[in-house]
């Protein structure tokens, strides 16, 4: 899917995972797979810059949803 808005908070990193906020209601979660910015690949994108978000899935986005990115960890666990 494909999609774009205004960073209005921190900032848009590529390979990073958001979710999608419609009120109070979650409506999906994907992976970002790169992002644009006037059409040209970035990794980031600053607070306050508009930017096209390119992501795995098929979630419906819809005007005033909000997304919230979020970076997911893996870590090993040693069992002693």
Known sequence: GLFGGEVIE????????FRIKRGDDLIG???IESL????????SIAKGFE???IYNGSLKI???DMVEMFY????????W
């Open 10 to 17: 921190g900032q848009a990193e590529a390979n990073s995972h």
């Open 29 to 31: 979660e994907s992976k």
């Open 36 to 43: 644009q910015q006037d059409k040209k690949p970035r990794e």
């Open 51 to 53: 930017a096209g978000i």
């Open 62 to 64: 819809k005007p005033d």
């Open 72 to 79: 997911v960890q893996e870590k090993k666990r040693q069992l």
